[in-house]
Nanobody, 126 residues
Framework: QVQLVESGGGLVQAGGSLRLSCAAS????????MGWFRQAPGKEREFVTS????????FYADSVKGRFTISRVNAKNTVYLQMNSLQPEDTAVYYC???????????????????WGQGTQVTVSS
């Protein structure tokens, strides 16, 4: 069993930056592909980005490409999401997820992920 805990959310002005962390426990996630999703009020949860188990491959939703960067440190069992140039439309609860299956260079629906964190709120003011 894997437990995921996100942190680093908060309130930031448009144009600002935040870095989210996702700490895994219970077992190592070094062989898992990892992803970040987000859910804005009244909207469905959407894919943001994913990273392969080695960290060598990443994929981003068009809406965040060039602004967000996913990374991981397997020795710390932690995944990060650096978010720059934040905009009000980035406001959402951000979730970290772990996938037993292989990483693929495309967005995957949330049901393809096996473990989820509780989410962290990101609010971007205009």
């Amino acid at each position: 069993q894997v437990q995921l805990v996100e942190s680093g959310g908060g309130l930031v002005q448009a144009g600002g930056s935040l870095r989210l962390s996702c700490a895994a426990s219970g077992r190592t996630v070094s062989t898992y592909s990892m992803g970040w999703f987000r859910q804005a009020p009244g909207k469905e949860r959407e894919f943001v980005t994913s990273i392969s188990w080695s960290g060598g491959s990443t994929f981003y939703a068009d809406s965040v490409k060039g602004r967000f960067t996913i990374s991981r440190v397997n020795a710390k069992n932690t995944v990060y999401l650096q978010m720059n140039s934040l905009q009000p439309e980035d406001t959402a609860v951000y979730y970290c997820a772990a996938r037993l299956g292989p990483w693929v260079p495309r967005s995957l629906p949330d049901y393809e992920y096996d473990y989820w964190g509780q989410g962290t709120q990101v609010t971007v003011s205009s």
